[in-house]
């Protein structure tokens, strides 16, 4: 197999890694993914590794690319289902995942992904709601 | 790997089936979708073979059981992103997908669910409407 297939759930994709990645695989998931976040405009990259039950410094460093591989076309990636053992290795293998946020599973994941969406959308009104905030205040001086 | 992830995502099971399914896999399949089914109450299976690049009448019978097991317990299923080709081959050696419905991507696949649940909710209504009907048919008789 060469490709792992991206599912498009809405405004999300998800991908589901069920084998360990080698570096041509990873090479073609990761182009795959920026260019179906291009063609979809997706906000959101779940990854499900609930299948796997070792991470290792090569995998670590595939999914912080994909993640701010997808950063930079303005999707969050969030990783999800992650074994246990996985993070306790991780931890203690000093590891870290950068670039991806984490969740317990898919359900989560999806949530974590749309709060953040709204809060950079909110975040965008911020700016706004403030100047108002300080028109009250000058109005009341 | 000895097991498929499946993915819960709201009222629905997701299942991305990327290598080729040997007796154990998919008998390990099986009892985990039933198990799942049960335990989520899940309406709707759905399983992704965009990955698969043939699908032998194991695959095919495999995919039957499934579709037949999943309907036992209330929920239907779906095989989505099935490959041109695949299609093609799939007619060619006269195999019937029997037990499942198909659908060309996960979000069609969600689409035709929830039309299945709803057609299987006013279902249940019909027979009322159908007593109304009458009832209105007596009265202006």
Known sequence: ??????????????VTIQIDL????????????????????????????????IVDSFMGRILGNIGNMARIMDAETVVVGM???????LVELGLELKGVH????????MELLRNKINDLDTGENDEESAEEIATNEDSTE
Chains 1, 2 share one sequence.
């Open 1 to 14: 197999m060469d490709r792992i297939p991206i599912l498009r759930m809405g405004n999300f994709l998800l």
């Open 22 to 53: 080698y570096d041509r695989l990873a090479t073609n998931l990761e182009s795959d993914l920026v260019q179906m976040v291009n063609k979809t405009e997706a906000k959101g990259v779940l990854i499900d590794i609930s299948a796997l039950s």
């Open 83 to 89: 074994q246990p053992a996985v993070a306790i290795t």
């Open 102 to 109: 984490t969740a317990l599973n898919v359900v989560k994941g």
